[in-house]
T-cell receptor
Framework: LAKTTQPISMDSYEGQEVNITCSHN???????ITWYQQFPSQGPRFIIQ???TKVTNEVASLFIPADRKSSTLSLPRVSLSDTAVYYC????????????FGQGTTLQVKP | KAGVTQTPRYLIKTRGQQVTLSCSPI?????VSWYQQTPGQGLQFLFE???????NKGNFPGRFSGRQFSNSRSEMNVSTLELGDSALYLC????????????FGPGTRLTVL
């Protein structure tokens, strides 16, 4: 049964790099992983997605190791405004053919 | 340019009824994805439509269905409503979910009594 797991919460300090890991069954080589950010009382906001070993955009990086049993969202030099809930969404095309969210990680950035 | 719009914004229904929600994507976007969010279950993926075809789906019963029209507008339907269907239903559009940023609408808040 496909399952996507994230840490419930994480703390960090301003200026630090934050890595949030999402654990999942091994997924197919072309299966996508997507990360979203959500602030209270707002809808989710797309951050990054990919299926290759490393994807980078202007706000984050996504790392997927060769065994594809986990993936990591990396946020460089976080600020107080990065305090939010972060969700990963994993595609399981060869398993259940479905997309399943993790339960969300509440990131608290402290000054 | 106009964002993703969802109608209605709020809806109250009773158990056993059915409901249809609408999502109008950003102009030029062919992919529309639907999500359910509840305090207990968090965010859950419902399904994605691309050029009128369902391309991906989540773990929901057949009571939840959707469709996409030739103008990319999408509707989702929930039949035989249950109390547990009370949630915020979100849609997001993109040119292609696999290659482009997705933009979310404000959501439809459904309350089932």
């Amino acid at each position: 049964l496909a399952k996507t797991t994230q840490p419930i919460s994480m703390d960090s300090y301003e200026g630090q790099e934050v890595n949030i890991t999402c654990s999942h069954n091994n997924i197919a080589t072309n299966d996508y992983i997507t990360w979203y950010q959500q602030f209270p009382s707002q809808g989710p906001r797309f951050i990054i997605q990919g299926y290759k070993t490393k994807v980078t955009n202007e706000v984050a990086s996504l790392f997927i190791p060769a065994d594809r049993k986990s993936s990591t969202l990396s946020l460089p030099r976080v600020s107080l405004s990065d305090t939010a809930v972060y969700y990963c969404l994993v595609e399981y095309s060869s398993n259940t053919g479905k997309l399943i969210f993790g339960q969300g990680t509440t990131l608290q950035v402290k000054p | 340019k106009a964002g993703v719009t969802q109608t209605p914004r709020y809806l109250i229904k009773t158990r056993g009824q059915q409901v249809t929600l609408s999502c109008s994507p950003i102009s030029g976007h062919r992919s529309v994805s639907w999500y359910q969010q509840t305090p207990g279950q968090g965010l859950q993926f419902l399904f994605e439509y691309f050029s009128e075809t369902q391309r991906n789906k989540g773990n929901f019963p057949g009571r939840f269905s959707g469709r996409q029209f030739s103008n990319s507008r999408s509707e989702m339907n929930v039949s035989t409503l249950e109390l547990g269907d009370s949630a915020l239903y979100l849609c997001a559009s993109s040119r292609d979910r696999y290659t482009d940023t997705q933009y979310f609408g404000p959501g439809t808040r459904l309350t089932v009594l």
